[in-house]
C-alpha cells in the first residue's frame, strides 16, 4: 500500500493592510521563510497565498491529519507574522489568536483548519478554496450543486465512479453536533439543514462506493469560541477532482453564481460571494462585497505543481458584473433587512446596550 499524502490548509488573519482590505507583502514573505526552514523535515512542500487580509497555508506531509507538529509550525508562523503586523502597525494585528499559547491543536484557537489525508493517485488535481469576509457556511450551496446536483454535475449521471453519489458530513455548529447523510436519497433531508448557513455547515464530503475523502472544508466560527465578535470567519474549502470526483469544470461552475452569503462590513451583512483572482481579492468596498478565490495544483509525490489562478478566466466576468450589481441593490437598504443580517445572527451590534438604555421604556400591548 502506497503511503498517504495529507493535505492541510491553516488560515489566519494576522493583520490587515489597509484596514481589513488586503495583506502586507512583508507577511507573505515572512510566513515562506519559517516554512521553508520546515521543508524536508517535516513538510513536503507548502505554498503561501492570501485571500483579502488572510494568511493562507498550504502544506504537503506525511504527519496525518490533526499532527502536533504540523499545527504548531502553522501556529508559531501565524505568531511570528504577528510580530511583523504589529511592526508595520498594521490593522487588527493577531486578531484571530485567540489564546496565549499553543495547545497542541489549532482547533478551537482561532484559525481556520481543512485537512484530508488520501493516497496519491497517478494524476491528484487539487482545489483550494478561500473566502474573505464571510463564514463557514458559505460552502454550503457550492458543495451541494458539486456533489449533489446532476444539473451542475453531469457526472452524477454519466460518470460510473461517481453515479452512487457522495456522503455528506453536517455539523451542527451550535450544538457541537455531526451526522452524516447520503445523497441522493436523503438529498431534502440534507437541504433542510444546509439551507441554513449559520447552524449547519458541510465539514467533510466522501464517495459512498469506497468511503474516500473527496472535500474537506473549514468549520471554525469566531465568535461561537470567542463569545463575541472578533472578525469573520472566512473559511477555506479543499476540493479533490478528476477521476472518481466531480471534474474541475463542475467544481468551479458554482460560483458562477454569486450566491448570497452572510459577512461583509462588520460581519453583520448578507451580500454577493464574488469570485475573483488572487490579485482582486483586496474588498474595500464597504469591506467588501465577500470574495473567493481558487488556487489549483496537481500533487505530484507530495509536491504542489502550481498554482494556477483559477478564477482568472474571462468565464467569470458575468458573475462578477452580476455580484457587483447585487451588491448596489443590497447596499441601498442600509441598516435595514435582508442587506443587514437578522438580529439574531448579528455578531457586531450595539443591541444589548439599547436594549438595557430602553427596557423601562417598553410597555405591554
Not at 21 to 38: D, Q
Not at 75 to 104: H, I, N, P
Request: glycine share 8%; with cysteine.
Amino acid at each position: 500500500m502506497a503511503e498517504k499524502i495529507t493535505v492541510s490548509h491553516i488560515k489566519a488573519d494576522v493583520g490587515g493592510y489597509v484596514g481589513h482590505s488586503s495583506m502586507h507583502p512583508r507577511l507573505i514573505l515572512k510566513a515562506e521563510e519559517l516554512l521553508k526552514s520546515a521543508k524536508d523535515t517535516l513538510l513536503e512542500d507548502f505554498h503561501v497565498s492570501k485571500c483579502g487580509d488572510d494568511l493562507q497555508l498550504i502544506m504537503t506531509h506525511r504527519k496525518g491529519v490533526e499532527n502536533e507538529e504540523i499545527h504548531k509550525l502553522a501556529w508559531d508562523t501565524f505568531v511570528e507574522c504577528t510580530e511583523v503586523a504589529k511592526s508595520l502597525k498594521l490593522y487588527g494585528a493577531g486578531q484571530d489568536l485567540l489564546v496565549d499559547t499553543f495547545s497542541g491543536n489549532v482547533k478551537g484557537m482561532g484559525p481556520g483548519v481543512a485537512e484530508m489525508e488520501f493516497e496519491e493517485r497517478p494524476s491528484e488535481p487539487l482545489l483550494f478554496f478561500m473566502a474573505d469576509k464571510t463564514s463557514p457556511g458559505a460552502w454550503n450551496m457550492p458543495l451541494y450543486k458539486i456533489f449533489a446536483d446532476p444539473f451542475n454535475t453531469i457526472g452524477l449521471v454519466i460518470d460510473e465512479k461517481i453515479h452512487g453519489g457522495f456522503r455528506f458530513e453536517v455539523h451542527d455548529v451550535k450544538e457541537s453536533k455531526k451526522i452524516l447523510i447520503n445523497c441522493p436519497e436523503e438529498v431534502y433531508d440534507l437541504l433542510i439543514l444546509i439551507g441554513s448557513v449559520d447552524r449547519f455547515v458541510i465539514k467533510a464530503i466522501y464517495r459512498k462506493s469506497d468511503g474516500e475523502i473527496a472535500s474537506v472544508s473549514s468549520t471554525q466560527k469566531l465568535a461561537l469560541i470567542a463569545g463575541k465578535y472578533v472578525g469573520k470567519d472566512d473559511p477555506v474549502m479543499i476540493s479533490r477532482s478528476q477521476s472518481g470526483f466531480p471534474a474541475v469544470g463542475e467544481v468551479m461552475e458554482p460560483f458562477s453564481f454569486p450566491h448570497i452569503v452572510p459577512g461583509w462590513m462588520r460581519g453583520s451583512h448578507n451580500g454577493p460571494l464574488m469570485p475573483v483572482s488572487i490579485k482582486e481579492a483586496n474588498p474595500t468596498r464597504f469591506d467588501g462585497p465577500p470574495r473567493v478565490v481558487c488556487l489549483g495544483f496537481q500533487l505530484n509525490n507530495g509536491k504542489l505543481v502550481g498554482p494556477r489562478d483559477m478564477f482568472d478566466d474571462p468565464s467569470f466576468d458575468n458573475a462578477r458584473k452580476m455580484a457587483n450589481d447585487i451588491a448596489d441593490i443590497l447596499r441601498r437598504h442600509g441598516p435595514f433587512e435582508p442587506h443587514r443580517l437578522p438580529l439574531g445572527e448579528m455578531e457586531y451590534t450595539t443591541l444589548p446596550a439599547v436594549m438595557k438604555k430602553l427596557e423601562d421604556r417598553f410597555e405591554n400591548i
